[in-house]
């Protein structure tokens, strides 16, 4: 059974950062996509960023761009999300999701993963 179980989220003021974890298990081969997802209220889900855990390739949406950098360990099966320069409007509820197996390409689109966590609080003040 695939879990993914998100960590990290709190409060932060506007210019702080954070760090994201996310723990997986039951994805044992070495040939998935991890992505990181927000939804703020009355929005769609956003895909953020995303690294293949095949070879490394990591892919942002312009909106992070420069601000988020998303990393893994594959020894400790963790995947995680450093965000700086947190704005407002980074306020949302954070998802961590895979896709098995790995993605031909790059994608943020929601429906290209298969696995999802139950998401973390992210909540931005001035």
């Known amino acids: 059974e695939v879990q993914l179980v998100e960590s990290g989220g709190g409060l932060v003021q506007a210019g702080g950062s954070l760090r994201l974890s996310c723990a997986t298990s039951?994805?044992?081969?070495?040939?998935?996509?991890l992505a990181w997802f927000r939804q703020a209220p009355g929005k769609d889900r956003e895909g953020l960023s995303y690294?293949?855990?095949?070879?490394?390739?990591?892919y942002y949406a312009d909106s992070v761009k420069g601000r988020f950098t998303i990393s893994r360990d594959g020894a400790k099966n963790m995947v995680y999300l450093q965000m700086n320069s947190l704005q407002l409007d980074d306020t949302a509820v954070y998802y961590c999701?895979?896709?098995?197996?790995?993605?031909?390409?790059?994608?943020?689109?929601?429906?290209?993963?298969?696995?999802w966590g139950q998401g973390t609080q992210v909540t931005v003040f001035s």
């Open positions: 999701a895979a896709s098995f197996p790995d993605l031909y390409s790059p994608s943020l689109l929601p429906q290209m993963y298969d696995y």
């Open positions: 039951g994805l044992t081969f070495d040939d998935h996509g």
């Open positions: 690294i293949s855990t095949s070879d490394g390739t990591t």
